[in-house]
Structures are given as structure tokens and as C-alpha cells.
């Protein structure tokens, strides 16, 4: 558990009882990207299915006050060209009036310090579009944290 200097900020896993917060901040990030938006019922199974299998992957949430102010979700994966487990960041999010804070820095940092625990020496992350707002504002963020560029993504929808 990470304390913001203010303390009134707690970095900590998600549990059970985080479901329908992590679900709605995924929906949130969802809705900035302009990405399709899944039913908050699929959210929350997803959110579900990667707290129950801790091998697969983290959920963190960063709270203040009692409500979520923050989410961060990755997964563990192998690829043959990264000699052992590396991490994905696949969500983060930051409630727009706690941008700016260090709140999207303590979750970094967060699952940072999960990787080295788990002997993971390598985080990635894959940005939004190039057709994003906030694209130079995200990749400005990443970079503050430490990341570099690796090169764009592409993906192919299965039906």
C-alpha cells in the first residue's frame, strides 16, 4: 500500500469489494478514448476473472476518501523475443479532477514494484491513438515515468 504525501490518497490491490468502481473507471477510460464501450455486466465479469486468477495479472486502485480516484489493471505475459514474464499495462485511468496529482505516478509505481517482486525486469504499455486529445499529454506522462518508446501497435478484430 502506497500513502500520497497529502494522505488522503491509498494505493492498494482491488478485492471483491472493488468490482463495480473498477468496472465504472474502465467504462470512464473507455468513454475518453472513444472506444466501444462494453455493458457494465461484461466490465464487471472481466474485472472479476482477473481478480481470480492473481497468476494472470494485477488490479490496483487508488482511493480517496472512500471512492476510487484511480485504476491501473495488467497482465503477466511471455513472449519468446522478452526472456521471462513481462508486464502490460492494459488500463489506467485518473478521475479528471485528481489528474495532475501523482496519482497515475503511484500506480505506475505500484505495479513497478509488483513486477521486481515477481522477478519481472520489463513494463510496457500501449498507447492510445494517434487521434487522441491528450495523446502528447499521455505520452509526456509515460515518459516522466520512466518509459521509451518501442514502437507503434497494430491489432486485428476476430469476429
Known sequence: MTEAAAGELTVREADAGDVEGAAAA????LDELGGRRPEQHELEAEVRALLEEPAGGSVLIAEANGSVVGFLSAS???AIHVPGVYATIQDLWVDEAWRSRGVGAELVEAVASQ????GVS???VGLPRET?????STESFYERNGFEHLG???????A
Do not use: D, K, N, T
Request: net charge positive.
Open 152 to 158: 507503434p501497435r497494430m491489432r486485428r478484430l476476430l
Open 76 to 78: 503477466w505475459q511471455r
Open 122 to 124: 520489463r513494463l510496457e
Open 132 to 136: 487522441f486529445a491528450a495523446i502528447a
Open 26 to 29: 474502465v467504462g470512464s477510460l
Open 115 to 118: 513486477a521486481r517482486a515477481r
